[in-house]
Every structure is written in C-alpha cells, then in structure tokens.
T-cell receptor, first 112, second 112 residues
Framework: EAAVTQSPRNKVAVTGGKVTLSCNQTNNHNNMYWYRQDTGHGLRLIHYSYGAGSTEKGDIPDGYKASRPSQENFSLILELATPSQTSVYFC???????????FGPGTRLLVL | QQKVQQSPESLTVSEGAMASLNCTFSDRSSDNFRWYRQHSGKGLEVLVSIFSDGEKEEGSFTAHLNRASLHVFLHIREPQPSDSALYLCAVSKGNMGYKLTFGTGTSLLVDP
C-alpha cells in the first residue's frame, strides 16, 4: 500500500506569516496532489504535480504555491497566511491520471 | 462543472445490518468512481473503485454504478463499529482522471 507522510501534523500560524507544509511519498509515484478539506465543501484540489520540477494549478490555487523538488517530495507554501486558510490539508500521490490516489494523514492548520 | 452530492448526510445502523450510501453526480460522461473512508482525524483510505456500470466488490464493500441514473452506491455488508467513519465519493472522467471531485460525505455510525 502507498505510504504518504506529511509534516507537520498540526500547525498554528499568525496572519501574514509564511507556512510550508511538506509531503513525502516512498512509492515512486509520478503524480502528487494537495487538497484542503473544509466542512460543507469536501476535498478541493489546490495544486498538483506530474513529476519533479512540475507544478500545476488545481481548482483553488489562489494564495498558495507549490514546489516539487524531487519525485518523493511535494510542498505547499502559504507566503502570507490568512485566517481563511485555516483548514485540514491532505497530500496524495498516484501513479497516473486514472490511478488511485493515496492520501497522507493530513495537516491541521490554524491561522490566527 | 461536475457536482457530486452524497446522501444521507449521516446514517446510524446496528452492527451486522447492511448500510447503503448514495452518491449522485452530474456529468454522465464520468467514468472513474471511487469510494474512500476517513476515520476521525485520519487520512483517506480507498475502499473500492469502479469504472463501468454494474457492481464491484472489495471485501465487505460493494459499489454499484448506474451512469444512466447518475448514481453510484456503496453497500457495506455486516458493518462493525470499526466501520464508523466518514465515507467519501470521488468522481472523475477521461484523460482528466486526476481531477477528482469529492462529495461532502456520509457520516456512518455503527452501533454495537
């Protein structure tokens, strides 16, 4: 089974501060994804990547950047965090567009 | 734009009784359907994937797809208290299979 880990698991940030969420996968999957989960909205796609060096915008990219420095690692960056970005963030990986996405345990972010 | 709705929002069943969850989607050309389970505070675990009309069984989980009626169901046979969780339906299509649209979930409680 796919192994996707996220760090930190919990984060408290101040408004205007920079936040970096990290994701690591050990299954050599090409694709990686960042989602946020909010009550009433389900999971929504923020950014995704097809491989090292690539990042693509998802459905709600505003206020977020992404970085894929290697096959294994995919980061989500909030340059200027806002309270509206308080959420639970999930990273996922998959081997291709049609394939199952495997999810990490999530990062709970609170922006004060 | 794809819309995915799940019903009921919450469901309580007795241990051992069949649980049936419903997912309705809006785009009839969708061809990639997955059910995920999320225990409280945890990541998403894929239960069953289905790509054509009919049924697909994985252990105690059976997905039933009827694209003409825009429904995909999840039936859980003899649920246990450990099956108490949030169940999420995810839908995508074609060469944009990476672009999952999630429902907001059904919260299942299995009473011992």
């Amino acid at each position: 089974e796919a192994a996707v880990t996220q760090s930190p698991r919990n984060k408290v940030a101040v408004t205007g501060g920079k936040v970096t969420l990290s994701c690591n996968q050990t299954n050599n999957h090409n694709n990686m994804y960042w989602y946020r989960q909010d009550t009433g909205h389900g999971l929504r796609l923020i950014h995704y990547s097809y491989g090292a060096g690539s990042t693509e915008k998802g459905d709600i990219p505003d206020g977020y950047k992404a970085s894929r420095p290697s096959q294994e690692n995919f980061s989500l960056i909030l340059e200027l965090a806002t309270p509206s970005q308080t959420s639970v963030y999930f990273c996922a990986s998959g081997d291709g567009d049609q394939d199952t996405q495997y999810f990490g345990p999530g990062t709970r972010l609170l922006v004060l | 734009q794809q819309k995915v709705q799940q019903s009921p929002e919450s469901l309580t069943v007795s241990e051992g009784a069949m649980a049936s969850l419903n997912c309705t989607f809006s785009d009839r050309s969708s061809d990639n359907f997955r059910w995920y389970r999320q225990h409280s505070g945890k990541g998403l675990e894929v239960l069953v994937s289905i790509f054509s009309d009919g049924e697909k069984e994985e252990g105690s989980f059976t997905a039933h797809l009827n694209r003409a009626s825009l429904h995909v169901f999840l039936h859980i046979r003899e649920p246990q208290p450990s099956d108490s969780a949030l169940y999420l339906c995810a839908v995508s299509k074609g060469n944009m299979g990476y672009k999952l649209t999630f429902g907001t979930g059904t919260s299942l409680l299995v009473d011992p």
